[in-house]
């Protein structure tokens, strides 16, 4: 999806590389590929004054044809184990709103609009804050 802050792929590659980032991969070992992956890391909720921990996913993705099988969520499933095993307080994500498929997909997983998205204050923004 296209964001207003543009796609660096220097930015993104560091943030992949971050010594913060843990990944859950699901692998298809017929063909030696991976199906799909999720990046998170453990953060605090907010920088500037943080009241709580949490599991921040920055990136979930399932490869095309492996879509619609039930992975998106199994991933997830295994992101709120984690959370719920490190005490996390809740998990967190961004999602652009252009992108109704993941919009409709995190609302099934019980995901609502977080305290902390710019809609809750009323700024505009292409994207939400959601949190479970």
Known sequence: QNSSWGLDLKEKELEMRHEKARYLLILDDTKGKIAGFVHFRFEYDDEESPSCAVLYVYEIHVNQMYQRHGLGRKLMGMAEKIAQNESMS?????????????????????????????????EPADYEILSC
């Not at 252009?98 to 204050?121: C, H, Q, R, V, W």
């Open 90 to 122: 809740k998990i967190v994500l961004t999602v652009f709103k252009s992108n109704k498929e993941a919009m409709a997909f995190y609302d099934k997983l019980g995901y609502t609009i977080d305290e902390t998205s710019p809609s809750k204050f009323g």
